[in-house]
């Protein structure tokens, strides 16, 4: 038996605290796309519409540059990135195929409501060289859907439509409960887009891709609320130590 | 878009099952939801042309056989002589009138017509214009009815600037403002062209003679307008993607045929306006492009055949429908042939990226962040809208919130507001931190800077080392400098006065210019991350109860046992609890063992008997052993 002065107080574990689940998910893709070869930009979020419109297709007469859905600021003269592809126009310009690009970051849409939020979290990829083709986007997105659920997930693909790819996509993984559920957006990069960034469109060609952060964190931690993420609610960010 | 399936089965020979069409209509790219057998479909914004039963059932061709004529009205129509100038071409290419006057009004409608205002629960206004809405959803073609006898001399098209009062024939009182493309009636503006016709020139229940425009409008010159004067309008919605610019007549005819299966027509005459040539766009055949923009061996028999079921011509080139305005390049003609031979069937081809690897040389804020985590730090992310402004605010033009229309020139208010925020909720050991951007005007030039806010307040921590321990500026300093190394920050106290709250406890700030440090590498090297993903479970909204209780523990042998089985105690409402002291008492050999429980249920604010009730028997095994008691039970 050990004597009293042998006791010793009760072991301390380390009160942790926890990086957003957000930036988790967010660090989590990245850290995904890296190992496949593509390298992390990053760019302004207050955008121009050049770089945030025009330069990727995105017509003056199209709704998203309507000021219902984006935030514009001074007077019109520059506006928060919709999106966060005017990192990987920025990018491009400033380099030549093949090239391989992934940026993350915030986006803002004038949208507020149950399941919209004014800002929300993106990450996106794009890869340019020859003969890049929309089978082998097929390959991509199924290695990282696969990495990011299992490989026992069903996916589908559907026609969609991005000004900025030509054939755009959007796929599908089916849920537990048999519903189909959107998970990325993706497409061949619209030749319009390549010529834009002076990459020449009858020697190159690409793919792309776009994820929301919240949506694959919403179902991979099985959050129902999407606006549970910014409360900043210490009993919500416990929960991702 | 809602439609009927037995509307859109019409068109295709072959009546697939609403299942089987659902599939194909998937397949195609057009997204829908199916509910009492109506498709509610969720087009997407470049096929204007999908918006009706004719434009589905086009689509349809690939994979069925179709009739895709309607019955129209075949004799000959004379000529309308109408006092009509076209003064904005660019703005409305082609516009074609057709005056009509019945003897009598229906008194009811054959079922195809009235189905569609009963089913989909369309609302009914007049002959005419109901005539016009069920057009518009069987062809895609918008038309508007002006009461003949309400329309006198002059009637002109234009794009202008104008200022002035305009009522709808929905009776909505709107100002117009700015360039409009409106219809003029003697200098009276009797419509905002593509939008929504104006009251005075209405029809109403009695009218027997009507003047109907059917024009093909610039999408350019329609889009946002419906949303600028909150109109909601069916036809702006087609006119913004784009209508059939050559589907006039047909669509006339067929207008003229409805109501001659209503009523007896007494008077029939037609004109159009063409302001130039208007010819199909032409690519030329590229199938080796296509394939290789697809990956796939297609044959030029299946090239061609899937493109003449959609309607295109085939010859030397392609020629492309008037209908499809967003066919311009070879990569459209790519996922025309990928939709139909369907995405999920073109075969995957392993990706190799051939690029080399370059060095990422942008900065990785893992490493910070993993730090402040391993001191009980909890990041947060804010939005960037605030109230505050100063003369280098950036402003919003469009703010969702006028009280938040600028952007964060600090965290600070944003952290001082998650803190509050967790105070109300009984939180009493609170350390923020968020890294983001803000923003700034400077001369200008709007620029953004990555910072980090850190914010504290209340006890250190939760164990007995550091539960009665209060955050103060020595150990926020501590927890910096083992963050960052050498860097000169001061630590701002942030007072209570002018704050929402009646906690005392200090709060301490400080917030640093990320881009204004070169960092220690060795906090900013990406590190592994191992991720775990466990199911959230949905935090309560009711507030919690703190219950404390010491232990004494007479019997020094039993400790191990006690400590055990205080860290495996589980009860109802029973949501976190920890040791907050430990007491020797060397004169007693007794020790002393504080344990604090925090209770909260999911469904309701807890009384007392409901935690009392938990309580009794989470103490249970804690104090059947010998020895053990909480002084004061």
């Given at each position: 038996?050990?004597?009293?002065?042998?006791?010793?107080?009760?072991?301390?574990?380390?009160?942790?605290?926890?990086?957003?689940?957000?930036?988790?998910?967010?660090?989590?893709?990245?850290?995904?796309?890296?190992?496949?070869?593509?390298?992390?930009?990053?760019?302004?979020?207050?955008?121009?519409?050049?770089?945030?419109?025009?330069?990727?297709?995105?017509?003056?007469?199209?709704?998203?540059?309507?000021?219902?859905?984006?935030?514009?600021?001074?007077?019109?003269?520059?506006?928060?990135?919709?999106?966060?592809?005017?990192?990987?126009?920025?990018?491009?310009?400033?380099?030549?195929?093949?090239?391989?690009?992934?940026?993350?970051?915030?986006?803002?849409?004038?949208?507020?409501?149950?399941?919209?939020?004014?800002?929300?979290?993106?990450?996106?990829?794009?890869?340019?060289?020859?003969?890049?083709?929309?089978?082998?986007?097929?390959?991509?997105?199924?290695?990282?859907?696969?990495?990011?659920?299992?490989?026992?997930?069903?996916?589908?693909?559907?026609?969609?439509?991005?000004?900025?790819?030509?054939?755009?996509?959007?796929?599908?993984?089916?849920?537990?409960?048999?519903?189909?559920?959107?998970?990325?957006?993706?497409?061949?990069?619209?030749?319009?887009?390549?010529?834009?960034?002076?990459?020449?469109?009858?020697?190159?060609?690409?793919?792309?891709?776009?994820?929301?952060?919240?949506?694959?964190?919403?179902?991979?931690?099985?959050?129902?609320?999407?606006?549970?993420?910014?409360?900043?609610?210490?009993?919500?960010?416990?929960?991702?130590? | 878009?809602?439609?009927?399936?037995?509307?859109?089965?019409?068109?295709?020979?072959?009546?697939?099952?609403?299942?089987?069409?659902?599939?194909?209509?998937?397949?195609?790219?057009?997204?829908?939801?199916?509910?009492?057998?109506?498709?509610?479909?969720?087009?997407?914004?470049?096929?204007?042309?999908?918006?009706?039963?004719?434009?589905?059932?086009?689509?349809?061709?690939?994979?069925?056989?179709?009739?895709?004529?309607?019955?129209?009205?075949?004799?000959?129509?004379?000529?309308?002589?109408?006092?009509?100038?076209?003064?904005?071409?660019?703005?409305?290419?082609?516009?074609?009138?057709?005056?009509?006057?019945?003897?009598?009004?229906?008194?009811?409608?054959?079922?195809?017509?009235?189905?569609?205002?009963?089913?989909?629960?369309?609302?009914?206004?007049?002959?005419?214009?109901?005539?016009?809405?069920?057009?518009?959803?069987?062809?895609?073609?918008?038309?508007?009815?002006?009461?003949?006898?309400?329309?006198?001399?002059?009637?002109?098209?234009?794009?202008?600037?104008?200022?002035?009062?305009?009522?709808?024939?929905?009776?909505?009182?709107?100002?117009?403002?700015?360039?409009?493309?409106?219809?003029?009636?003697?200098?009276?503006?009797?419509?905002?062209?593509?939008?929504?016709?104006?009251?005075?020139?209405?029809?109403?229940?009695?009218?027997?003679?009507?003047?109907?425009?059917?024009?093909?409008?610039?999408?350019?010159?329609?889009?946002?307008?419906?949303?600028?004067?909150?109109?909601?309008?069916?036809?702006?919605?087609?006119?913004?993607?784009?209508?059939?610019?050559?589907?006039?007549?047909?669509?006339?005819?067929?207008?003229?045929?409805?109501?001659?299966?209503?009523?007896?027509?007494?008077?029939?005459?037609?004109?159009?306006?063409?302001?130039?040539?208007?010819?199909?766009?032409?690519?030329?055949?590229?199938?080796?492009?296509?394939?290789?923009?697809?990956?796939?061996?297609?044959?030029?028999?299946?090239?061609?055949n899937i493109l003449e079921r959609l309607g295109f011509n085939i010859t030397s080139k392609i020629e492309v429908p008037s209908y499809r305005s967003d066919i311009i390049s070879q990569n459209d003609v790519a996922e025309e042939i990928a939709r139909v031979v369907g995405y999920d069937n073109i075969p995957s081809q392993t990706i190799v990226m051939s690029h080399t690897k370059k060095d990422n040389n942008k900065r990785n804020l893992i490493g910070i962040k993993s730090d402040l985590k391993n001191k009980g730090f909890y990041e947060v992310i804010n939005f960037p809208f605030t109230s505050i402004e100063n003369e280098s605010s950036i402003t919003l033009d469009n703010p969702l919130d006028s009280n938040k229309k600028n952007l964060r020139i600090t965290l600070k208010e944003s952290l001082i507001e998650n803190l509050l925020y967790n105070e109300r909720r009984q939180k009493d050991s609170i350390k923020l931190f968020e890294i983001s951007d803000t923003y700034f005007n400077n001369n200008n030039n709007?620029?953004?800077?990555?910072?980090?806010?850190?914010?504290?307040?209340?006890?250190?921590?939760?164990?007995?080392?550091?539960?009665?321990?209060?955050?103060?500026?020595?150990?926020?300093?501590?927890?910096?400098?083992?963050?960052?190394?050498?860097?000169?920050?001061?630590?701002?106290?942030?007072?209570?006065?002018?704050?929402?709250?009646?906690?005392?406890?200090?709060?301490?700030?400080?917030?640093?210019?990320?881009?204004?440090?070169?960092?220690?590498?060795?906090?900013?090297?990406?590190?592994?991350?191992?991720?775990?993903?466990?199911?959230?479970?949905?935090?309560?909204?009711?507030?919690?109860?703190?219950?404390?209780?010491?232990?004494?523990?007479?019997?020094?042998?039993?400790?191990?046992?006690?400590?055990?089985?205080?860290?495996?105690?589980?009860?109802?409402?029973?949501?976190?609890?920890?040791?907050?002291?430990?007491?020797?008492?060397?004169?007693?050999?007794?020790?002393?063992?504080?344990?604090?429980?925090?209770?909260?249920?999911?469904?309701?604010?807890?009384?007392?008997?409901?935690?009392?009730?938990?309580?009794?028997?989470?103490?249970?095994?804690?104090?059947?052993?010998?020895?053990?008691?909480?002084?004061?039970?």
């Amino acid at each position: 038996m050990s004597s009293f002065n042998n006791i010793n107080p009760p072991v301390l574990s380390d009160e942790l605290g926890a990086s957003h689940p957000i930036n988790q998910v967010k660090d989590f893709l990245m850290n995904l796309l890296k190992d496949f070869g593509f390298n992390e930009v990053d760019g302004p979020e207050i955008e121009s519409e050049e770089f945030n419109f025009d330069m990727l297709n995105i017509k003056k007469s199209h709704p998203a540059r309507q000021m219902h859905d984006t935030f514009y600021v001074q007077n019109k003269s520059n506006l928060l990135r919709t999106h966060t592809s005017p990192v990987q126009i920025r990018s491009m310009l400033h380099s030549s195929p093949p090239l391989a690009y992934a940026s993350a970051g915030k986006v803002y849409r004038k949208d507020d409501d149950a399941t919209h939020l004014p800002m929300f979290h993106q990450v996106e990829g794009i890869y340019v060289d020859s003969e890049v083709n929309f089978a082998q986007l097929k390959d991509l997105i199924h290695k990282i859907i696969y990495a990011i659920f299992d490989e026992e997930v069903q996916i589908r693909f559907r026609p969609s439509y991005f000004p900025f790819t030509e054939p755009s996509a959007e796929v599908d993984i089916l849920s537990e409960n048999g519903k189909w559920l959107e998970i990325l957006g993706c497409g061949i990069v619209n030749p319009i887009v390549l010529d834009n960034c002076n990459i020449d469109s009858n020697k190159y060609s690409g793919l792309a891709f776009g994820l929301g952060v919240e949506r694959i964190a919403m179902l991979k931690y099985d959050i129902k609320d999407i606006r549970d993420f910014y409360k900043s609610n210490l009993d919500f960010l416990n929960q991702f130590k | 878009m809602k439609l009927l399936y037995k509307d859109l089965v019409k068109f295709i020979i072959d009546t697939p099952s609403i299942e089987e069409l659902s599939d194909k209509l998937f397949q195609l790219g057009h997204e829908h939801e199916i509910e009492n057998h109506i498709f509610d479909m969720e087009l997407t914004p470049n096929r204007g042309d999908c918006l009706s039963l004719l434009g589905l059932a086009r689509d349809l061709n690939t994979f069925y056989n179709t009739n895709l004529l309607v019955e129209t009205y075949e004799e000959k129509i004379d000529s309308l002589d109408l006092d009509f100038i076209n003064l904005s071409p660019n703005d409305c290419p082609k516009i074609s009138f057709l005056e009509l006057e019945i003897e009598d009004l229906p008194d009811k409608y054959h079922d195809y017509l009235e189905n569609y205002f009963k089913i989909l629960k369309v609302g009914k206004n007049n002959f005419f214009t109901d005539i016009s809405n069920y057009i518009s959803y069987e062809l895609g073609q918008p038309t508007h009815c002006f009461d003949r006898i309400k329309l006198n001399g002059h009637i002109s098209f234009e794009s202008k600037e104008c200022y002035s009062p305009f009522t709808t024939l929905l009776d909505t009182n709107i100002e117009l403002k700015g360039n409009n493309c409106i219809f003029l009636n003697n200098n009276e503006i009797i419509s905002l062209a593509g939008v929504m016709g104006g009251k005075s020139t209405a029809c109403t229940k009695d009218t027997k003679k009507v003047l109907i425009e059917c024009a093909y409008f610039n999408p350019e010159s329609i889009i946002g307008k419906s949303i600028k004067y909150n109109l909601h309008s069916d036809a702006a919605h087609k006119f913004e993607r784009g209508v059939d610019i050559n589907s006039h007549e047909m669509v006339l005819r067929r207008f003229i045929k409805i109501v001659e299966q209503h009523a007896k027509i007494k008077n029939c005459k037609i004109t159009s306006f063409n302001s130039k040539k208007i010819s199909n766009k032409e690519l030329p055949i590229n199938l080796d492009r296509v394939n290789a923009i697809l990956g796939t061996t297609i044959s030029i028999d299946v090239f061609k055949n899937i493109l003449e079921r959609l309607g295109f011509n085939i010859t030397s080139k392609i020629e492309v429908p008037s209908y499809r305005s967003d066919i311009i390049s070879q990569n459209d003609v790519a996922e025309e042939i990928a939709r139909v031979v369907g995405y999920d069937n073109i075969p995957s081809q392993t990706i190799v990226m051939s690029h080399t690897k370059k060095d990422n040389n942008k900065r990785n804020l893992i490493g910070i962040k993993s730090d402040l985590k391993n001191k009980g730090f909890y990041e947060v992310i804010n939005f960037p809208f605030t109230s505050i402004e100063n003369e280098s605010s950036i402003t919003l033009d469009n703010p969702l919130d006028s009280n938040k229309k600028n952007l964060r020139i600090t965290l600070k208010e944003s952290l001082i507001e998650n803190l509050l925020y967790n105070e109300r909720r009984q939180k009493d050991s609170i350390k923020l931190f968020e890294i983001s951007d803000t923003y700034f005007n400077n001369n200008n030039n709007l620029e953004q800077n990555l910072k980090l806010g850190i914010i504290a307040s209340g006890r250190v921590g939760h164990n007995y080392n550091n539960f009665s321990n209060k955050i103060d500026e020595a150990f926020l300093l501590d927890v910096f400098n083992s963050v960052f190394d050498d860097l000169d920050i001061a630590i701002e106290q942030i007072p209570r006065n002018n704050l929402d709250t009646k906690i005392k406890n200090n709060i301490f700030y400080l917030e640093i210019d990320l881009d204004k440090y070169q960092l220690n590498k060795a906090h900013v090297l990406n590190k592994e991350m191992d991720m775990e993903f466990r199911k959230y479970i949905p935090i309560s909204e009711f507030p919690s109860s703190n219950r404390d209780f010491s232990f004494l523990i007479a019997d020094y042998s039993k400790y191990d046992e006690v400590v055990e089985t205080i860290n495996k105690i589980k009860g109802m409402y029973l949501k976190d609890f920890f040791i907050f002291d430990f007491y020797k008492n060397e004169k007693n050999e007794e020790i002393k063992i504080g344990v604090r429980m925090i209770f909260q249920s999911n469904g309701k604010t807890l009384s007392d008997d409901d935690i009392k009730e938990s309580i009794s028997k989470i103490l249970e095994p804690i104090l059947s052993i010998e020895g053990v008691s909480v002084p004061g039970i």
